[in-house]
């Protein structure tokens, strides 16, 4: 029996992206945050420990924790006797839903009961033991569609909790993996698509999305490919301040290896080439790998001599010089701080946003003096009026001494 079936008289609990409780089409317990009690608590730890039982010490701790109460024992008959007149009063068969054998409290077995977190459970062990490949992708696949999201979401600072939100999630990972792979096997690139944008919804900021770039290159689509990870890395940035992670960055680099073109004269390559150039004014703005790409290729003519090249790190900075980790202010003020580097440099010079509030700047045939122009420059487009924000400048020669350190603008 599972979750979908939706068979009458079954206890359906889900605790996988959220906490409900449903009886014959009837919602008992959870649905929203503030539907949480000490009643939800309790039907939370008793339903997922329902074979091992709790101690009834270990259910005090964990539903008083260091409150100073002058009875515990009697606190926790009267939360008991509560739940099990609430829930006879939802409708359910009136059995001892709650009982006590030698000091450990058991969920009845007189009830069937279907709990979304230990089925998935399961599905991930069953699938790891069968040796079928078909039947074991379909088995990875049920288990990675019945993983609604983070186990009990609400309960992040209980460490019971959080430890199996940690267990269920490396489990979710394994079997995104482990279908993954045995899709690739398969060359069924479409199915791998459906579930990297699958897992990428689950599980956001995990990089999932090298899933479905994966197989969107596979199948020939590599601008939709380019669009995802362009796409992808800005929403990082804007969520979390994070850069690309060196997986989507090998992803992106192994997309730009498979590319294929047509057969073509040298005139033609050109102009798609030529075609694909930023008309904007300012510097180039483009993804860290790009960045990444456009520095080796700069160290390695260096080699040659004859320019000088600098390597500039913006960062916004509050009043007292500190720099600024997160906020909405943050987020405005590294988007001005971009536009204003981006039309103070030239377009023969790269930047890239580095993470929330930070910008690196590549200046091709500038000296010293000229970082500090060019800084005087941004100050001036971005400082509006008595702001007290400000932005912190660092400056390296890229032929550099790594024991002289970082030049403070």
Request: aromatic share 10%; with cysteine.
């Amino acid at each position: 029996m599972r979750m979908t079936d939706n068979h009458p008289d079954v206890l359906y609990v889900r605790m996988l992206g959220g906490f409900s409780v449903n009886w014959n089409g009837k919602l008992i317990a959870g649905g929203s945050k503030a539907s949480e009690s000490q009643f939800t608590y309790l039907l939370q730890i008793l339903i997922h420990n329902r074979e091992q039982g709790v101690s009834r010490d270990r259910l005090e701790e964990l539903l008083f924790e260091d409150r100073d109460l002058s009875n515990v024992h009697h606190a926790l008959q009267s939360i008991i006797y509560n739940a099990k007149k609430r829930l006879e009063k939802a409708g359910l068969p009136p059995v001892n839903y709650i009982e006590q054998r030698k000091g450990v409290f058991y969920w009845t077995d007189e009830l069937t009961l279907v709990e979304d977190a230990r089925e998935f459970e399961a599905l991930h062990v069953k699938a790891g033991e069968t040796a079928d490949l078909d039947e074991r992708l379909v088995l990875y696949m049920d288990a990675c569609h019945l993983y609604g999201g983070e186990f009990l979401p609400s309960q992040t600072a209980v460490i019971w909790a959080a430890r199996e939100a940690r267990r269920y999630r490396e489990m979710f990972c394994d079997c995104v993996e482990q279908a993954a792979q045995l899709m690739r096997v398969n060359h069924d690139f479409f199915q791998m698509e459906e579930l990297g944008k699958y897992a990428s919804k689950i599980d956001p900021l995990a990089d999932w999305e090298t899933v479905t770039m994966e197989a969107l290159a596979s199948l020939g689509r590599y601008e939709e490919a380019r669009k995802l990870y362009d796409d992808t890395v800005q929403y990082y940035f804007n969520e979390q301040g994070l850069r690309p992670s060196r997986k989507l960055m090998d992803q992106f680099e192994r997309l730009g290896s498979e590319m294929q073109h047509r057969h073509a004269a040298l005139d033609q390559i050109q102009q798609e080439l030529s075609g694909s150039n930023d008309d904007a004014p300012g510097g180039y703005l483009c993804s860290y790998p790009v960045f990444s790409g456009i520095y080796s290729m700069v160290e390695r003519m260096l080699e040659r001599g004859g320019q000088s090249v600098y390597l500039m790190l913006c960062t916004v900075v509050d009043s007292k010089g500190n720099p600024m980790k997160e906020g909405l202010v943050l987020e405005e003020l590294s988007k001005r701080m971009g536009d204003a580097v981006r039309r103070t440099i030239r377009r023969g010079d790269a930047m890239t946003q580095y993470g929330q509030g930070q910008y690196l700047v590549l200046l091709v045939n500038t000296t010293r003096e000229d970082c500090g122009i060019i800084q005087r420059r941004i100050n001036q487009r971005f400082i509006v009026g008595r702001q007290r924000t400000g932005i912190e400048y660092y400056v390296n020669s890229v032929v550099w001494n790594p024991e002289l350190g970082a030049e403070r603008g």
